[in-house]
């Protein structure tokens, strides 16, 4: 197994150890930022493990399939526990994880058809914003950060609907093909 598909399953392993740390008591007040700073390492392994395969050609079936695998559930996961902490409300994670089965789905008819489809910016940034809103609902800090944790969701949510139609109508051909 190489580099990138280690960090990959490296990201997946670390989910429970997250979800353990953010919704338990184990080690008090410290509790969410140990899951903050595994959120955060998670999430750097999601960046590094793609540019490592890209840059040294590691790139294999597993890694194509399991990368954003690994992405969904640890976002997901991250949604769902600060949707159950009451952090974030749950109309927002419901339509955040319903665009991901979307496209999840939307990506194997496809591949299906034997169309690969590029992630394109706006999904780049709809990760981006994610990730950002959750580790400010993770650290909650109060003050300020409440009206910047509320411009996030908008944002998020925008970016969410935005990378979803944008990558729907880039690639509607999908949808035409194989007698759908």
Not at 108 to 124: E, F, P
Not at 158 to 172: C, E, F, G, P, R
């Amino acid at each position: 197994m190489n580099l990138p598909n280690k960090l990959t399953v490296l990201r997946v392993l670390m989910i429970p150890f997250f979800v353990a740390f953010l919704l338990y008591d184990i080690t008090g007040p410290a509790d969410k930022w140990i899951a903050l700073v595994l959120f955060c390492t998670a999430s750097l392994t999601d960046m590094l493990d793609g540019k490592i395969a890209r840059k040294y050609n590691l790139v294999t079936n597993f890694g194509k399939f399991m990368d954003p695998l690994a992405d969904k559930l640890l976002v997901c996961t991250a949604l769902i526990c600060l949707t159950a902490m009451g952090r974030l409300n749950v109309l927002v994670t419901v339509i955040i994880i319903a665009r991901e089965f979307i496209i999840s789905g939307f990506r194997l008819v496809a591949s299906d058809n034997g169309i690969v489809i590029a992630a394109s910016y706006w999904g780049k940034f709809k990760t981006v914003s994610h990730m950002a809103l959750i580790i400010l609902l993770i650290a909650d800090f109060g003050g300020i950060f409440k009206d910047i944790e509320g411009v996030l969701v908008w944002v998020a949510l925008a970016l969410t609907i935005i990378s979803l139609v944008d990558y729907i109508m880039k690639n509607k051909q999908v949808l035409t093909q194989g007698g759908m």
